[in-house]
């Protein structure tokens, strides 16, 4: 009954930025989150947000990832600036029904499909 579509990503060089968009269809949940994925590794909570308003970003991304919402559009937004080839990864939206803000996976219930986000040195 849910759909999350991810759009946006991409290859750029270091440094430079990207923004992903996430498409809910069927409802906004009251928690939203990116995720990402890189090869040999588990997938990572990067931002979450949640409908009271609530942020929280991974240390990682900390003051160069932005997680922003657009109701009207039902869509999730990732703004990925100063980006680093250590983000190279598949970025996955997420949303749950939980009352709290949290990057753990767990929380979440419907996953979308991914985008892959490729930075170059």
């Known amino acids: 009954q849910v759909q999350l579509v991810e759009s946006g990503g991409g290859s750029v060089q270091a440094g430079g930025s990207l923004r992903l968009s996430c498409v809910v269809s069927g409802s906004m949940y009251r928690l939203l989150g990116w995720f990402r994925q890189a090869p040999g590794k588990e997938r990572e909570g990067v931002a979450a947000?949640?409908?009271?308003?609530?942020?929280t970003y991974a240390d990682s991304v900390k003051c160069r990832f932005t997680i922003s919402k657009d109701y009207a559009k039902n869509t999730l937004y990732l703004q990925m600036n100063s980006l680093k080839p250590e983000d190279t990864a598949m970025y996955y939206c997420a949303a749950g029904a939980r009352y709290g803000v949290t990057l753990a996976s767990t929380w979440y219930d419907n996953w979308g499909q991914g985008t892959q986000v490729t930075v170059s040195s």
């Open positions: 947000t949640h409908s009271d308003g609530r942020t």
